[in-house]
């Protein structure tokens, strides 16, 4: 038996037929054109399902169901797209409107949640039962792991990991408030980190790393001058590593999980970033002298994560 | 059949005997004389039960189980008492030593994990199936109902609700770390603004309201000058109220509970506290112009909360 996975993005939709090991058998990807209607959206991601069947030389009666990771407020109870941004999408009915094209269960969650059962079942969360998993990319997007099934909340948008708040009255946040976890942890949040510190740091290595042209600064920057020992970027290294930790720390105080996943662009930096924010997590989170640490790693699935992920939605019933 | 639910705590022992609908038959104290070895605590506990057992006339195998509400650090998975700081207990087995005296199945949790579930069980969040609650006393206590269950995290020691950082580098908590809701939302930490305030303000009426003695201070001082009109006192109870809704935001986000309850001496403010505390809530909640509001309640078990919550342990298998 086998599962498709759907990585529904803003601008790619791809899919893949995969096993109960998380092999991939076969993927592909069509373009999303996100202007069209939904319904034409919808139609393209159904076909590239079935043709994706049919290379594989299966007949649909060989797949299970279908699992899709979308991106914004997903009802997953109810199978609807509650509002996604990019997409400009409100209150679209996916599954059912996939159902037209392919006659078998679908089900869905947000991405974030997706990846996060990804790495449980497949990935570097292999054999544990309760994760927590943060997703540092142009948000910061989250997934929790409770006894082994996802946690999506009680009601539609619960596991917003990326907006609990770390600091009251602090940074203004793409949700409206300020001082969310995204607003600090986040790569966009790095980047502006980083900017901030070049400006106020005109001798700073990371002009030169740059070629002087604040355009050219992204997620490593930073890290790659705090690494040659340029100051005011380990400065910012710090910053960021503090801030992810607060974070961190309290969900670990909150749901004491087996393991912190880190995903996302930033997590390239592996030990670099890992290895400091584990020793700052360690010295915050509650009752450090009688309760174990929680050890932080990397997640592993990287680009095959969103089909992982999606197709994992289908073996956590 | 009934159900043994024992109130455990540094100054008392409570205990009662109640029913699957949260009436209490009949209940009984000892002092705890914390200072003792713990066998001798434990054995008195026992004794209380079994004396409880013969006053309401019953046959121990009328009784389904027990329920300790504990404070500190709780394995409850196998029954022990990691940590609890007013009672100086390190890695206490209570369920073992209570069984010497009572040979039926016990369970044991954190006092507010309790609190939480007699609520959800018997009190403001009955028929409910996800809730938060905080308690806001000397401390802020938590606890998590999700799907009907307690969530007390993935291992001991989760569910630490105060614990949850609102403001990195804020005022210094109990626990070492900087910021925590507890430091913010806590009784004590009402009291600490009150007389920050009053002594910034020598005009304030909170002065004449604890005729000039600052010792007189307690968790009504400024909520009471507040309604008389006073400016400082005011302040003090916006700034609470903010805080607090800082926290109960980032929950709501992570957890999308049903219904968010308060516990402890400050809920007595009723109204007063919520309908501000449930408006500052609203403007903060992730993606508040589509997902619906969360309610905000006050815990209304009070004086039984402690008994009927180490109950619903019993109920909550």
Redesign the interface.
């Known amino acids: 038996m086998y599962y498709i996975g759907i990585d529904f993005g803003g601008t790619n939709i791809k899919a893949g037929i995969v096993d109960v090991n998380g092999n991939i058998l076969i993927q592909g990807s069509v373009k999303t054109f996100s202007k069209r209607p939904y319904q034409e959206i919808i139609k393209d991601m159904g076909e590239l399902c079935i043709s994706l069947v049919n290379k594989a030389g299966l007949k649909i009666t060989d797949i299970h169901s279908v699992g899709i990771g979308s991106p914004g407020?997903i009802d997953s109870r109810n199978g609807i797209v509650?509002?996604a941004n990019n997409l400009k999408w409100h209150n679209v009915p996916i599954v059912a409107e996939l159902k037209h094209y392919i006659d078998l269960p679908v089900f869905i969650s947000n991405d974030a949640n997706c990846a996060a059962l990804g790495e449980a079942l497949f990935g570097s969360g292999k054999g544990m039962?309760?994760i927590i998993f943060l997703t540092l990319g142009t948000g910061v997007g989250g997934g929790?792991i409770?006894?082994g099934k996802l946690?999506e909340?009680?009601?539609?948008?619960?596991?917003?990991?990326g907006?609990?708040?770390?600091?009251?009255?602090g940074r203004k946040c793409t949700?409206?408030?300020r001082?969310c976890l995204e607003a600090y942890a986040s790569a966009t949040a790095l980047v502006r980190s980083t900017k901030h510190a070049m400006k106020t740091n005109p001798d700073s290595l990371m002009w030169k790393y740059v070629n002087g042209n604040l355009k050219n600064v992204d997620g490593r920057t930073s890290f790659e001058c705090a690494k040659m020992g340029d100051a005011a970027a380990k400065k910012v290294v710090d910053f960021y590593e503090?801030?992810l930790a607060?974070g961190i720390?309290?969900f670990i105080?909150?749901?004491?999980?087996?393991v912190v996943l880190i995903g996302g662009g930033v997590c390239a930096q592996g030990d670099y970033l890992i290895k400091p924010l584990q020793q700052k997590v360690d010295n915050?989170y509650?009752?450090?002298d009688?309760?174990?640490t929680v050890p932080i790693k990397v997640a592993t699935l990287k680009n095959d994560a969103g089909i992982l992920g999606a197709a994992a939605l289908c073996l956590n019933r």
């Open positions: 407020s509650k509002y039962k309760n929790i409770i006894d946690f909340g009680g009601d539609p948008a619960g596991a917003e990991c907006h609990l708040v770390i600091k009251m009255g949700c409206g408030r001082g503090t801030c607060e720390a309290s105080n909150i749901f004491r999980p087996e915050m509650y009752g450090g009688i309760n174990p």
